[in-house]
């Protein structure tokens, strides 16, 4: 019996620990709301013919469902959004711009308008083609509201950073030019240089660390560097695109070299140039003049350039042929009244300009019927008169008026091809509205398919989930993420 008052106390010790309270859990994180989408006509992107009457529910930043009343069902507790019969169709893509430009214009506030103006449109995904990469995306990435930007890294060769160009003006004086790396450095931007001996592994690794998604060739490369730097590029798992002729490459150079697209229609008049005649072209100047000389409309219809579009179509490569921006261009120097008189006409940008529209508008037509994939970049520039900036609704205008795309086939250029055509991030996430895709949303009020024109009939855009109407972005009350979901049209409320 002497052990029995130890048996009691681990007894009463084994009850106490029963009945202790549980311990606290962490509180259950509180449930994300759905957000439905009513009553639009539903254009998913996907080549789906559009749906009406449809339903699309978006949690967090991704759709969730979108399709007819009997894919999607909508939660009791969902925010809803009536959209009175609007078209929805996914955000659009701009997959050329040039955002950042430090030393003037489009710093701080200047560009943070530019990302909200763009946003106001529809934009809701863009690429910069020729930037300061780290700059840009920790600028755009700190802005209240912006599209998705993805940067590329801007490559050039030895004479783009050291070649000054001696200029004989009308008067018989001399003036210089300085290197056009240095003009891009005054604005901020950071050019990379490739050149013989270099490794370009080593110059791929660089442009990553920059943020950059892919490499942007620019000027003054032969076919053999075209190649090495695409080469490069893609074993990192990084997109090439650069110039449609980067001097002395032509091309069809750079299509062989395995570029995924080729930027600038206007620019194939280097396939009419002979590999000794493009070698002797070392100056800007130079080589404006030829274009000018040779960029008819009839010279676009060339068996050298239709042998490069049939390769582009067979092996995939993208067009970017950037049309509006060429216009714009013809419209600035015609308007220009003020020109110096001591500048030659023949040197002036505008000769190259007026003879490039009708030239690109050709190669661009034929690169459509020989099946050449085509995204609808535009060229943006985020500085100087609005007027003068290139727009996604114009450059969609331009392909269905002046080229021939159904109206159909232009959006896609803006949306699910554009994205295959960035990439990486973009291509698994934007394009298109399907479930586990951004939730990056155009509600427009008319049919776009009636005039494509009507793409700028934006009610509310929606990026990441996060909603504005153009009013709220266009008026600087970009609001935050927690009070982004303004009133649906004629809804009241959400």
Known sequence: MARLPRLIVLLAAA??????????????PPREPVTAITDAVLWDGTGRAPVPHSITLVKGERVVCAGAQGECVVPRDARVIDAHGGWLIPGLIDSHVHLLFLSRGSAGVGLANDLKDLLAQGVTTVRDMGTNPAELLARSRAAAAAPRVYAMQLVAGFRFFYGREQIALADGSTAYRLPQAQIMEARGWTPMMFTDGDDPDSLVTEARKTGAIGLKLYAYLDSTKARQLVDAAHRAGMPVWGHAWVQPASPHELVDAGEDGLVHASLFVGDLLSRVSRDSLLGATSILQTGAREATPEA???????ATLDTMAKRGTFLEPTLDVTLRSVAHFEGEHDLPSSLPDATLPGDFARAAVGFGMVVTREAVKRGVRITAGTDH???????????????????????????????????????????GDAARNAGTIQR???????????????????????????????????????????LGPSDAAPPARGAGGL
């Open 436 to 478: 586990g895709r951004y939730a990056d949303l155009v509600l427009l009020d008319r049919n776009p398919f009636e005039d494509i024109r009507n793409v700028s009939s934006v009610e509310w855009v929606m990026r990441g989930g996060q909603l504005w109407h153009p009013w709220q972005l266009r008026s600087g009350i970009a």
């Open 15 to 28: 009850g106490g620990a029963c009945s202790a309270p549980p311990p606290k859990l962490p509180p259950a």
């Open 381 to 423: 520039v985020a500085y100087g008169p609005a007027r003068d900036r290139a727009s996604l609704a114009s450059e969609l205008q331009l392909l269905v008026d002046s080229v021939g795309l159904s109206p159909q086939a232009a959006l896609l250029a803006a949306t699910r091809d554009a994205a295959l055509a960035i990439g």
């Open 300 to 306: 676009a219809l060339d068996p050298r350039i239709a």
